[in-house]
């Protein structure tokens, strides 16, 4: 069985991403799905979802397997389950009504307390509740939880719990300016977190035995509190356990987990968090429900697998159960149950592979690719099921295309001279109505001309280096602030760029550029050099693309004035490191993020693009170029860098560029199909051919001919 599995991916580790899973829960759970013996595609959710909707057609999957999180707002975990619905594509876990119920606590809590599931008293605090006296008669101590979110977001153990008013006051104050859609103040219990899975199709009724967290007593906070520091920083200092508690206290959280699950209607897999306090005459315990997780993780050391691994049952069986329970409830049982099924061929094209292959290493050929690039983009894109035609760009292109008939067209074709190059074979694919990946002629010839582009990014606001085209190397130089660097106007892969291209003053300017027009017959480029750090960033997308996490480039025993130049990009120099994702604080980050998006769309780049940029000392980010047609080398070119730290694997980051052709080819096919109701034309007489309507009869003066 084809599936896809739907995440998002925890990169940073800051706070916003606490809920994503990390790249190895994501390897876990796809190395469990391919030992049952189905086909995975991952799909990382984080970027626009136009682009998860391109990517989900152009797999097909029988079915997805979903863990997206969703990235902000009260109906965030509901999002994908509700498109997936709307997308005809079945999927494990509950629907988008649980999801978005169990991820607002406080409606849980009044949800439950209606089928008698006991829960400490609480209440939504908003600031307009706030001004209706919502705080008045609050019994302490409480605890103060953020209502909206998951993975103990917002809850300390050094200050949620307040033991007085004024205490409560401050702390909410403080909460609301972080977590403004509303907090939970809750009765705070003095006892221990237990936790207590639902596995459909594990035991008997997929309840789990109960879980119980244990805190280090050395790093223990006053209220024993399972807090974010503890669950996301130090996990390292919390055990799991089964728990270690009275039969009749275990047997009174299974059952009220069992109603949780029919109350709220929870599909597959689920965690019910429950606090046990002392207190009842029977049993010595009181049991309270405190929130419902209906997308648990599946780290294989959450203690859903402690659970497990106590009823028999191993990680993969786990995955298993969740994969089952999923096609039974959809009548897919046969895709499980070994039962011989024909799958749709839809998602299967004959995909032309156009590319310029490296033969001698010369400097003439530095942008095209070697043999192992191109089989291993061959083989990505067969493993998806595509016949792959090779094409190479040389001049009997247009008769081979003519001849082969591809549905779509992979290009990473560089072209042969002029630099309009990089446009030659999409423009002829856009002469023969082929659609095919990447940016359109416009846009590849415009970024290879770097004066053209950095004049875009001037008029669209765009921090660049000031610059200056030479094309005769006599012209009249601005007054630059040296050093510059002088480069090709129209070179990719750094071709003629060293630290030596960086000079200080007018004169060397001057010289270097004389240099440059001779050797490669084009216009050389001079550019305020830029004193900082060297970013590169890879976005994938199309009107909303996706910005992968940008990546930083260090130069080792660096000169004075290290540039990332053509003897940095080949392989096997040991003259820089790369540290991706790059140690930016959140303002930064965010920065860059937003310059990259936005020289991107200014650009129009579409499917794949690189922005190279420089953070000069005082902060500010320069977008020094951009390059619509990056590098693929597997383990090697910085977009396959920067994609494994996404967790995307080389497979899975050539899908994700595949998709947009193969979405423009399906809407051009839906576009021209004809209409599902035809008119019939009138009958005709047997034998003859349609005749012409007859002409109408002229009401006024006849005019003659031509006039």
């Known amino acids: 069985m084809r599936l896809a599995l739907t995440y998002n991916l925890k990169i940073t580790g800051s706070p916003e991403e606490a809920e994503f899973d990390s790249p190895a829960t994501i390897d876990a759970i796809e190395g469990a799905l391919v030992r049952a013996g189905h086909e995975v595609e991952r799909v990382e959710v984080s970027g626009p979802a136009s682009r998860v909707i391109a990517r989900l057609e152009s797999i097909s999957p029988d079915l997805v397997f979903n863990m997206a999180e969703g990235h902000k707002g009260k109906m965030r975990e509901a999002f994908y389950a509700a498109l997936f619905d709307e997308l005809g594509f079945p999927y494990t876990g509950s629907d988008a009504h649980t999801l978005c119920l169990t991820l607002d606590k406080a409606l849980t ?59 409560l006051a401050e702390i909410v104050d403080r909460q609301l300016s972080r977590y403004p859609a509303g907090l939970l103040v809750e009765r705070f219990l003095r006892g221990i977190d237990v936790s207590c899975s639902f596995v459909e199709g594990l035991g008997s009724d997929g309840i789990l035995d109960p879980v119980e967290y244990v805190i280090d007593p050395r790093y223990q906070n006053l209220y024993n509190v399972y807090d974010f520091h503890l669950k996301n920083v130090r996990p390292e200092h919390v055990t799991t356990r089964p ?79 969740i994969v089952r329970s999923a096609c039974k409830r959809r009548g897919m049982s046969h895709f499980v149950d070994n039962t011989p099924s024909r799958r749709s061929k839809k998602a299967a094209l004959r995909v032309g592979f156009t590319f310029n292959m490296k033969r001698d290493g010369g400097d003439a050929e530095a942008e095209f690719d070697s043999p192992q690039t191109i089989e291993a983009i061959t083989n990505a894109i067969e493993s998806f099921g595509h016949t792959v035609i090779p094409l190479e760009a040389k001049p009997d292109l247009p008769h081979r295309l003519l001849a082969s008939q591809p549905d779509v067209v992979f290009n990473i074709a560089e072209g042969v001279r002029g630099r309009g190059r990089e446009a030659q074979v999409p423009a002829m694919l856009e002469l023969l109505g082929i659609p095919y ?12 001309d770097k004066g053209l582009t950095k004049q875009i990014l001037r008029a669209s606001r765009i921090e660049t280096p000031e610059w200056q ?35 200080p003053d007018e004169a060397s300017a001057r010289a270097a550029a004389k240099v440059l027009l001779e050797r490669y017959g084009q216009p050389a480029l001079v550019e305020e050099y830029v004193d900082g750090r060297e970013l590169t960033v890879g976005l994938l997308g199309d009107r909303r693309p996706r910005v992968l996490p940008p990546m930083e480039v260090v130069f080792v025993d660096p000169p004075e004035h290290p540039v990332y130049g053509f003897e940095e990009k080949q392989m096997g120099t040991t003259r820089v490191r790369f540290e991706c994702p790059a140690n930016l604080g959140s303002a930064e980050l965010k920065r860059i993020e937003r310059i990259a998006r936005d020289t991107f769309l200014a650009l129009h780049c579409r499917d794949v693009a690189r922005i190279d940029l420089r953070m000069a000392k005082d902060g500010t980010v320069y977008v020094i170029e951009c390059n619509p047609l990056p590098g693929l080398t597997p383990d090697f070119s910085d977009l396959c860098v920067i994609g494994k730290v996404a967790s995307m694997d080389f497979r899975t980051l050539i899908g994700e560029i595949l998709a947009g052709c193969i979405k423009r080819y399906r809407g051009e096919r839906a576009a021209a199909a004809p209409p599902l109701v035809q008119v ?22 006849a005019k003659a001919n031509g006039s």
């Open 437 to 448: 990946s990447g940016s359109d002629p416009t846009t590849l010839s415009l970024c290879l």
């Open 243 to 321: 728990a270690e508690l009275p039969a009749a206290v275990l047997d009174r959280i299974q059952a009220l987990t069992r109603r949780i699950v029919r109350a709220l209607d929870l599909k597959d897999l689920g965690r019910c968090e429950f606090r046990v306090a002392p207190g009842s005459p029977q049993t010595g315990y009181d049991i309270h429900f405190l929130e419902v997780d209906a997308l648990p993780s599946l780290d294989p050391s959450a203690a859903m697998f402690v659970a497990a691994k106590k009823g028999g049952f191993d990680y993969d069986g786990v995955i298993r159960s």
């Open 469 to 503: 085209v030479l094309t005769t190397g006599r012209e009249k130089l601005k007054a630059f602030r040296y050093p510059v660097i002088v480069k090709p106007n129209a070179e990719g892969t750094s071709k003629g760029i060293s630290s030596a291209s960086v000079v």
């Open 109 to 167: 809590k009044r949800t439950l307390a209606g089928f008698g599931v006991p829960t400490p008293r609480a209440r939504l605090v908003t600031r307009v509740a706030i001004e209706g006296g919502v705080l008045d008669d609050v019994t302490f101590p409480v605890i103060v939880k953020p209502n909206f979110e998951g993975s103990s977001k917002g809850i300390s153990g050094d200050f949620s719990v307040c033991e007085d008013g004024h205490e």
């Open 680 to 701: 019939a034309a009138p009958a005709q007489p047997h034998g003859l051919l349609p005749l012409l309507p007859a002409p109408t009869p002229p009401t006024g003066p």
